[in-house]
């Protein structure tokens, strides 16, 4: 069976930024048995992608911004050469277009030190041989890509960095469009913390409640050390009602494809969800986590202060009495 890797980058513009223009997706043909082992995504991020070796020190690189996908495969029980297998790629890529910025292998490219100024994903989705390994970057338009080939003693690896090139600016921020907050609204970490039965009373009350301390810049989903108040307060509120279940829902805002911020948007759920069972002792039993991206905001997304009310994460009460 032929195992084809779609590209991803026209997908996570499908809705994004205003200057963002799309290119048709390329499709290429991995060897017969490649599985994915792991993928990532970011509407809009930074990325220094390596186009000459680790040598004096430093990494000669190319600083672009954009939207990003990782995508890991893994070749189990394949036996050709990392050569053989990036042949093919490669092949594939002057064919649609692209240009090759850098090709190098293992000690040409600068061994230990290039391999770890790469931002490639972790084992065992990505696994690298520092003794054998080769890298190649192209480019067709404002499309780039990376791709890293490397293999254990009985299975290959392949990584793929996709990055499309776009204005990242945020979309007029001067208009004065704005919605009604939909949502409940607790103050973020600089207000008064929130008392565990206003956050109950609204949880009862309504169904619903936005924990707006928990802050998330644009494309990221971890959540920083520190207490925070609604998260507090909602973990005292599930141990006083054992038999109660919250689902927490992420949300984003519009910047960039539905498929990545609903990605982005459960991440950032799970980012809560991991603090109140290992912070604050929720029983995992009673909290899940979702992500509906951009499909339910309580802002314009036309300005910088509606986006980042949308940026949010809320928690359902999703018990019921008969």
């Known amino acids: ?13 499908a809705a994004s930024l205003p200057h963002a223009t799309c290119a048709a997706s390329l499709d290429l043909t991995l060897p017969a048995g490649a599985t994915q082992s792991a993928q990532e995504t970011s509407p809009a991020t930074s990325y220094q992608l390596a186009v000459g070796p680790w040598q004096d020190g430093k990494l000669e690189t190319r600083d672009l911004e ?9 070749l189990r029980a394949n036996q050709n ?15 649609a277009g692209y240009d090759i910025l850098y090709e190098c292998d293992t000690q040409a490219c600068g061994g230990f030190d290039f391999r770890y100024a790469l931002d490639l994903l972790s084992e065992p989705a990505m696994h690298v041989d520092l003794g054998d390994f080769r890298y190649i970057a192209a480019r067709k338009d404002a499309d780039y890509l990376g791709i890293t080939v490397s293999r254990s003693s009985e299975s290959g690896f392949i990584q793929v960095t996709e990055l499309r090139v776009q204005d990242v600016t945020p979309a007029r921020p001067d208009d004065p469009l704005g919605a009604p907050q939909t949502a409940p609204v607790l103050p973020r970490a600089d ?55 919250v689902m ?38 009673q909290v899940s986590a979702e992500g509906a991206g951009f499909l339910a905001p309580r802002a314009s997304n036309l300005t910088k202060e509606g986006r980042e009310k949308n940026r949010r994460v809320e928690a359902v009460l999703t018990s019921t009495r008969s």
Do not use: C, W
Request: no cysteine; proline share 5%.
């Open 248 to 285: 927490l829902v992420g949300h984003t805002d519009a910047v960039g494809s539905l498929a990545a911020n609903i990605a982005l948007s459960k991440k950032r759920a799970q980012s809560a969800r991991q603090k109140l069972i290992g912070d604050y002792g929720v029983a995992a039993s």
């Open 1 to 13: 069976m032929i195992r084809r890797a779609p590209l991803l980058l026209a997908s996570l513009l």
């Open 191 to 245: 207000a008064p913390a929130v008392a565990p039965s206003a956050l109950a009373q609204t949880l009862e009350a309504q169904g619903s409640v936005a924990l707006d301390d928990l802050d998330f810049p644009s494309g990221a989903s971890a959540l920083g050390e520190g207490d925070f108040a609604s998260l507090q307060a909602l973990a005292e509120f599930l141990k006083a009602n054992p038999d109660y279940q």
């Open 66 to 74: 954009g939207a990003r996908s990782d995508t890991a495969y893994q």
């Open 81 to 95: 050469t990392t050569l053989q297998i990036l042949a093919p790629l490669r092949d594939q890529l002057k064919q």
